[in-house]
Nanobody, 124 residues
Framework: QVQVVESGGGLVQSGGSLRLSCAAS????????MGWFRQAPGQEREFVAA????????YYADSMKGRFTIFKNNAKNTVYLQMNSLKPEDTAVYYC?????????????????WGQGTQVTVSS
């Protein structure tokens, strides 16, 4: 019912900013909660941020708090991840996902639909 496609990744220097976009399709998009995850080579997939279906609740991994912001635009069927004060350790493939949460959206099993990922590289 929902297809998601990420975009906006690229190369940025340490301390810089980048905004990722996740475009979704489907008549029931507004009923789905959304999340961002990332995975670096040789690392496990890591939770980044999530937003509830109605936008009332947001959640962030501790290392992202104060630097990253998740928000959505229902009219455009798009969720965004604004990343500021980027560090080399933020380098990873970032994935967008849609689902109906069983808890607070910080586990990958809570999501039914996933994008193909977009590469973010932060140079020092």
């Amino acid at each position: 019912q929902v297809q998601v496609v990420e975009s906006g990744g690229g190369l940025v220097q340490s301390g810089g900013s980048l905004r990722l976009s996740c475009a979704a399709s489907g008549r029931t998009f507004t009923t789905y909660s959304m999340g961002w995850f990332r995975q670096a080579p040789g690392q496990e997939r890591e939770f980044v941020a999530a937003i509830s279906w109605n936008g009332a609740s947001t959640y962030y991994a501790d290392s992202m708090k104060g630097r990253f912001t998740i928000f959505k635009n229902n009219a455009k069927n798009t969720v965004y991840l604004q990343m500021n004060s980027l560090k080399p350790e933020d380098t990873a493939v970032y994935y967008c996902a849609a689902g109906h949460w069983a808890r607070n959206g910080d586990r990958d099993y809570e999501y039914n639909y996933w994008g193909q990922g977009t590469q973010v590289t932060v140079s020092s």
